[in-house]
């Protein structure tokens, strides 16, 4: 059982920059595939960002495509998400998961979420 915790997300203004966390425990990290998935209010979850067990490949949405970057650190067991040039149409509650061995897999595991607000 993965357990995944979520940090990092705050109140910034446009154009501002934050770099969210997800700590995970309980798994051996480098099994599996993350992923970041936000949920905008009154919206569905979207798909953000994933990156490879071993971090060599990245797919993105391409609504942050050149403005976010998701990176892991497999000996921290941490998977980051550093968002630049942020829009007010970023604002979601931002959550991290995990799948085992590679990005086409379900998403088993999943962080609390993190709150990130954008104000124009």
């Known amino acids: 059982q993965v357990q995944l915790v979520v940090s990092g997300g705050g109140l910034v203004q446009a154009g501002g920059s934050l770099r969210l966390s997800c700590a995970a425990s309980g798994g051996t990290f480098s099994n599996y595939a993350m992923g970041w998935f936000r949920q905008p209010p009154g919206k569905e979850r979207e798909f953000v960002a994933d990156?490879?067990?071993?971090?060599?490949?990245?797919h993105y949405d391409d609504s942050v495509k050149g403005r976010f970057t998701i990176s892991r650190d497999n000996a921290g067991n941490t998977v980051y998400l550093q968002m630049n040039s942020l829009k007010p149409e970023d604002t979601a509650v931002y959550y991290c998961a995990a799948a085992w061995l590679t990005t086409g897999a379900k998403y088993d595991y999943w962080g609390q979420g993190t709150q990130v607000s954008v104000s124009s």
């Open positions: 990156i490879s067990r071993s971090g060599g490949t990245t």
